[in-house]
């Protein structure tokens, strides 16, 4: 790949330099100052309810403070930290640099997408200033949504809409960019994976966002208009509701995954020195989760009055999807194997973190997905473990492998390698305390949202040991907080390539100028030729010629 970088133009005012931009990078780095400053939030939401569940007798939280708690840390982790950090940040800052386009197709709709997104978050950051926050968890079923009193859900309701709103233009902008504003040579064939991750996550939004837009609106509309949607007494069904919800929503997990999974398959070959294995299979399995992922909403509601007959062909579709899933592991393993290995700080964080830690999540959820056994374990703290696992141990494992892999990019300043390797250790031992106990409790029957227990001596012991475990993994986002905003200041120069890595984004200095290139780079080769021979490199571009 060739390229040139052009000189960054004269600082201007705060005001005009991020405020008013429409620059896709500084989007991004305010997607994910954003994102992280509502981690907070939702991570202090989950120690209450830990810290709650390990003296279940002395009231740390009232019953319906619990509520409250546990909807407003649902809620600000899905839709307020982990999608918005991983399409928005990731996205926005990446995609169009890694394409070779000097912004986004739509640079304004992008900003907006950015200011709707920070709209939503504060109108649902509301309710607990007004005292009420909404307590009915992040899938708010009906017919308790309906009756449950105040403001909270009408402002969670809101927020919903206008976030919907906000993923909706982003996902329309990277659908338009990656179809139009590929560089020169940049087929198909040769996009990194972290783009073909992105481009089958933005599908996925378009598609899927409208689903749950019907869901929340007929919800409030049963609330205040006199409509009888969901109500039974007059007629309704309740589970049309989980219906449509489902219909985004466990496509949602895909959201919070597949990008995840571009960020591992970005990192993997970087730190192995090897071409990654399978390049093809992972760009298509990236397609092919996208679309199955539509195809297995009703796995949730196996325990809502449904057939068992009913919910065969549900439990088939959510065995099959995890094959393309398993395709990316094998495809991972196979790059990093006989590869020359640099446990760098994002390295772990994707090898022994991610892949160790989501395939867990996926062999629970395998469990949960037929039929019988999730009928015993519907509701339990076993669902809880597995998508946690799913969701902790992938999403955000690779979120902070993304953060520091990226970041002497984004900052021109390296982060600190031993504070950050520390960093590793302390969150998979904590994730570990926490979520795997978890299986082990919904196993003996404690069910999920409970505000106490009547527990054996076991299950407090055990809700003990993942409290502590909660703790660890506190702590240890604090390090990455403290780590990453003390290199701004204090960090090493970061010279414009400091992996080695082949991605365009590498190519520039760091950070990287407005509009990324003075020239449009030509591209002439896939991005992962790490160790490759000429006679290698050769063919492998002979394929891809063929592929395009």
């Known amino acids: 790949m060739s390229t040139a970088a052009v000189e960054t133009p004269r600082r201007r005012s705060f005001y005009r330099d991020w405020i008013l931009t ?8 305010m997607y ?26 002395d009231a740390i939280l009232k019953p319906d403070s619990f509520n409250q708690f546990f909807t407003m840390h649902g809620t600000i982790m899905i839709f307020l930290f982990v999608i918005p950090v991983l399409t928005g940040a990731f996205g926005n800052y990446l995609v169009p640099i890694m394409i070779g386009a000097a912004d986004m197709a739509f640079p304004r709709m992008n900003a907006l997408s950015y200011w709707l997104y920070l709209l939503g978050g504060l109108v649902l950051m ?16 009906p017919p308790y949504s309906i009756e449950t009193k105040g403001a909270g ?5 809101s927020a919903v809409h206008i976030l919907g709103i906000s993923s909706i233009l982003a996902a329309i902008n ?4 990656i179809f139009n504003m590929r560089a020169p040579g940049m087929t198909f064939n040769r996009m990194p994976l972290f783009v073909w991750a992105s481009l089958a996550t933005s599908f996925i939004q378009l598609f899927g966002t409208p689903a749950l837009a019907g869901a929340v609106t007929t919800l409030l509309f049963d609330r205040h208009m006199g409509t009888i949607f969901y109500n039974v007494a007059a007629g309704g069904d309740p589970m049309l509701y989980q219906h449509l919800f489902w219909f985004y929503s466990h496509p949602a997990v895909y959201v919070m995954i597949i990008p995840a999974m571009g960020i591992v398959s970005e990192i993997i070959p970087v730190f192995s020195r090897k071409p990654v294995f399978g390049y093809h ?14 195809l297995v909403w009703a796995h949730h509601m196996f325990a809502a009055g449904m057939q068992v007959s009913e919910g065969v062909p549900f439990m088939v579709t959510s065995l099959i999807i995890a094959v393309p899933t398993a395709i990316k592991i094998f495809n991972w393993v196979s790059t990093m194997w006989r590869g020359s290995i640099e446990f760098t700080t994002p390295m772990l964080f994707v090898s022994l973190g991610f892949i160790f830690l989501f395939t867990i999540g996926g062999m629970t959820g395998l469990i949960l997905a037929l039929v019988p056994i999730d009928l015993h374990l519907h509701d339990t703290y076993w669902v809880v473990g597995h998508f946690h696992y799913v969701l902790f141990g992938g999403s ?34 904590g994730t570990n305390l926490t979520f795997f106990p978890m299986h082990i409790v919904g196993y003996l029957g404690m069910q999920r949202r409970v505000y106490a227990y009547n527990h054996t001596p076991s299950l407090l012991g055990l809700n003990q040991l993942e409290t502590l475990g909660s703790f660890m993994v506190g702590f240890a986002t604090i390090l990455v907080f403290y780590n990453l905003a003390v290199s701004l200041w204090k960090g090493a120069k970061a010279p414009a390539n400091p992996w080695g890595a ?15 290139f003075l020239e449009l780079p030509v591209v002439t080769s896939i991005p992962y030729e790490f160790g490759v021979s000429k006679k290698e490199w050769k063919a492998m571009n002979d394929e891809n010629a063929v592929n395009v």
């Open 174 to 177: 990277f659908i338009v960019t």
């Open 281 to 294: 299979a992972i760009a298509y399995s990236s397609l092919a989760i996208g679309l199955l992922g539509f």
């Open 22 to 29: 429409v620059d896709h990078k500084k989007i991004g780095i």
């Open 32 to 57: 994910a100052v954003t994102g992280l400053f509502f981690l907070i939030f939702g991570g202090l939401a989950a120690l209450a309810i830990r810290t709650q569940l390990a003296m279940p007798n």
């Open 126 to 141: 509301v309710s607990p200033l007004l005292g009420n926050m909404p307590d009915v968890g992040w899938t708010a079923y």
């Open 502 to 516: 082949q991605t365009l984004e590498w190519t520039v200095s760091s950070p990287p100028p407005e509009h990324n």
């Open 396 to 429: 955000m494992m690779a979120i902070i492998a993304g953060l520091f892999y990226w970041y002497p990019k984004a900052t021109g300043r390296m982060y600190n390698e031993k504070l950050g390797k520390w960093t590793f250790w302390l969150y998979f031992i």
């Open 153 to 157: 859900l009408d402002l969670w309701v």
